[in-house]
């Protein structure tokens, strides 16, 4: 032992005894829960966050936007919090984009979901605008041609595009009913829990779950507050 430590040094090479490694950035770490949504961060998390999201809803991207830092970027990442996706779909062009990020698989959920809140307005506008002329027509059309039509309109199938998803993989999204219907539910479930948690008041996105309390009608600041008394770092 003696000659090989010799050794070492005379070839400058240098020993760290007992050091440990960088600590995993959990924030890389997506999964699904056994009902089908995504969860992003440590499974093992001290602090369950759930966010009951609308992609269409702008106060779901100021959210994002203002949370980001510390939530994702903090707690997290440490470790000890991890954030399970509910989504609640409002109308088509929500659910045209929920379709499409689910479909991006565990890589590509994150990045893609916050590509999109990032974009929001853009291409809300441009949907919206879409359905104002030709919502009666695209009525007509079979369920996945729908959504394809409002993502070409809207700029989503182009925002997707730019990170890999090819337009097969586009039309094979919308064509999933298994999919489709996984979403469907775990809609109505995210409908479900809101409402009960508002009222006698219609619920609305975003609300909150921290370990199986409900948060309704509040703002980053004061869910960081229910977080950090949770355990959250």
């Known amino acids: ?55 269409t809803c702008p106060h779901c991207g100021e959210f994002l936007k203002e949370s980001g830092p510390v939530l994702r970027g903090q707690m997290v990442r440490s470790g000890s919090t991890r954030i399970e996706v509910r989504g609640a779909i409002r109308e088509k062009l929500d659910q045209t984009a929920q379709m499409l990020a689910r479909c991006s698989g565990p890589k590509g959920f994150a990045g893609t979901t916050d590509a999109m809140f990032a974009q929001q307005e853009a291409w809300v506008n441009r949907g919206y605008g879409y359905l104002q002329f030709n919502e009666s027509r695209i009525k007509l059309y079979p369920e996945a041609s729908k959504m394809r039509a409002l993502a070409d309109a809207s700029g989503l199938a182009d925002l997707v595009k730019a990170r890999g998803m090819t337009d097969a993989a586009i039309n094979a999204c919308f064509a999933n009913q298994a999919e489709l219907a996984t979403l469907a539910v775990n809609s109505d479930h995210a409908w479900a829990a809101m409402n009960a948690a508002t009222a006698p008041e219609p619920g609305g996105t975003p609300t909150f779950e921290v370990n199986g309390k409900l948060y309704a009608q509040i703002d980053w600041k004061g869910l960081e507050k229910i977080l950090r008394a949770a355990g959250a770092k």
Not at 24 to 44: F, Q
Not at 50 to 55: D, G, L, Q, R
Request: charged content about 10%.
């Open 1 to 55: 032992m003696r000659y090989l430590l010799g050794l070492l040094a005379v070839l400058g090479v240098s020993l760290s005894v007992g050091a440990s490694s960088a600590a995993p950035d959990w924030s890389t770490t997506v999964g699904k829960t056994v009902s089908g949504n995504y969860v992003i961060g440590n499974p093992n998390a001290k602090v369950k966050l759930v966010e009951y999201v609308s992609y």
